[in-house]
């Protein structure tokens, strides 16, 4: 069963920075820029600039950044706010108290964790699904441009 904990947990670990990635993407596609790669608007940075600066972002940073981007609704927005908090337990309090020193009473008896680990699991996929497919749509509108 530790096995079990451990695949989950790093599975989730790894959706979250799949996301992560995904975020920067979508901020990236979705910034308008001129045939000069500069930004579209008030900052008129350098594509390059740009992606360097987002790539120093946590992914609570890109949230904020895309709620101003007209490509992800209020309620991918709230949505995504719940990725952080979650990865960070996964990735603090299961692997230091749980997993590591052995105490999934903290948590309740292993299979409520294990349950709460998959089902953990299946909405960071079913964000990252989300994701994807808006970044596809962001790379055909970009086709047509």
Known sequence: MRQDFLLLAGSIIHLSQLIEHNMRVIIFLDTRLDQKGRRLGKDEASADELFASIQKCTLGDLVDIAKDFDVLSDADIKYLRTVTPKRNKIAHSFFKD????NRFEQYGEEQKMHREL???EAEFNG????LIKIIENLERQGARK
């Open 118 to 120: 998959q089902e953990i």
């Open 127 to 130: 964000i990252q699904n989300s």
């Open 98 to 101: 749980a997993y590591l020193n």
